[in-house]
């Protein structure tokens, strides 16, 4: 049996298989606060209500999305390098001691410091400048000893002492 010969539907270029997109361009400012705030593929999933392989679909298919997380992402990275640094050299700022007595509240400023991190500092250099401050072991190689011995020296020193020792060496 033979089919009757068809033929084929023209496909148009713009018709897509498949859901349409949930990507909106509005998502592009607010993925790049959520990368700020270090959200990971699977949280800004779930603030835009689809699966965590959607997003890399959309860091894939849409530049101005991939680009708004990489500056997100880098946004963050330099805010923690300003705080470890500031961390690592010691700091102080304005602050607000609070008290009651007698129930009368009141409200005294002074200036809070907070002194160098030896941690926090040996961190940023190693990572700042690893050609001045990596922090490598060198290992030092264990000293080879050679021992020689003499087997006929050895039976002569015991003959002379009167031992009768075989010292003949037996094959390893």
Do not use: C
């Not at 498949?18 to 790049?32: F, I, M, N, Q, S």
């Not at 640094?85 to 609070?98: C, D, E, I, L």
């Not at 961190?123 to 000293?143: C, I």
């Amino acid at each position: 049996m033979t089919l009757p010969a068809t033929k084929p539907k023209a496909i148009l270029k713009h018709h897509r298989i498949g859901r349409p997109t949930r990507y909106d361009k509005r998502y592009v400012e607010r993925v790049e606060k959520l990368a700020r705030l270090g959200y990971s593929m699977v949280e800004m999933g779930a603030v835009f209500g689809v699966d965590p392989t959607t997003i890399a679909e959309w860091k894939q298919r849409y530049s101005d999305f991939s680009r708004a997380i990489n500056v997100g992402r880098e946004a963050a990275i330099t805010d923690v390098e300003v705080s470890l640094k500031q961390r690592a050299m010691g700091y102080s700022h304005p602050a607000v001691h609070f008290s009651n007595h007698n129930g009368v509240v009141s409200a005294t400023p002074y200036i809070e410091r907070y002194p160098p991190d030896t941690a926090a500092a040996k961190l940023y250099l190693t990572n700042r400048a690893p050609e001045r401050w990596k922090d490598a072991q060198v290992a030092v190689p264990a000293p080879t000893v050679n021992v020689q011995i003499n087997f006929d020296a050895v039976r002569e020193r015991l003959r002379q002492r009167g031992a009768a020792i075989d010292v003949t060496p037996t094959p390893e």
